[in-house]
């Protein structure tokens, strides 16, 4: 800084003299509380009861991440999208879906990455969780009910992805390419 301030003004500045961050004292106290703090801290690393070792603090990190990557987050920081727009026609009202494939909202991403993380959920709780329960009818309701919401999730997102873009999603059957058996006669 002082550099740039003698190129342009060339009045010379002299040298700047900075104190360290932390005093002794400071750092007296720090290796103090330290010294004083470690037994306990590995009394607590090798009994298991750290915040590290608690699952649900690593499920709550799994789905974050999920929804995280699902939801366009990354691409709503990079290209600095608003979460919302105010409408052209009624300033007053705000505008949560943009139609067109030109532009993505903060909101379109959220809405989608949940009804993704409600259809990852309801998976894993069908793959890891049904299975505790004992009555087979008990299973059988929970998993249909698991179905019907997860169908209706993904009914939305390809509801929204169809009046975003215009291109409706339907099953391709590659008619060409069929493997058969040939039949010699």
């Known amino acids: 800084m002082a550099e740039f301030i003698e190129s342009k003004t060339?009045?010379?500045?002299?040298?700047s003299h900075r104190p360290p961050m932390f005093s002794t004292k400071h750092i007296?106290?720090?290796?103090?509380?330290?010294?004083?703090?470690?037994?306990?801290?590995?009394?607590?690393?090798?009994?298991?009861?750290?915040l590290l070792h608690d699952y649900k603090f690593w499920l709550f990190g799994v789905i974050f991440v999920y929804f995280f990557s699902v939801s366009g987050t990354m691409?709503?920081?990079?290209?600095?999208m608003p979460m919302f727009v105010a409408d052209r026609s009624d300033p007053t009202k705000l505008v949560f879906f943009y139609q067109g494939s030109g532009m993505q909202l903060g909101a379109e991403g959220f809405a989608v990455?949940?009804?993704?993380?409600?259809?990852?959920?309801?998976l894993a709780f069908m793959t890891h969780g049904v299975h505790e329960i004992?009555?087979?009818?008990?299973?059988?309701?929970?998993?249909?009910?698991?179905m019907i919401i997860s169908f209706w999730a993904v009914r939305k997102v390809i509801y929204l992805d169809n009046w975003k873009t215009g291109y409706g999603?339907?099953?391709?059957?590659?008619?060409?390419?069929q493997v058969g058996i040939e039949i010699a006669i």
């Open 134 to 146: 004992r009555n087979v009818m008990a299973q059988r309701i929970l998993m249909a009910a698991v």
């Open 28 to 50: 007296s106290f720090f290796e103090a509380v330290l010294i004083i703090w470690a037994p306990f801290a590995i009394k607590k690393i090798t009994a298991g009861e750290i």
């Open 75 to 80: 691409f709503n920081i990079i290209r600095k």
């Open 10 to 15: 060339e009045i010379p500045v002299g040298p």
């Open 169 to 177: 999603v339907h099953a391709y059957w590659a008619i060409g390419h």
């Open 113 to 122: 990455g949940f009804l993704y993380t409600v259809v990852g959920l309801r």
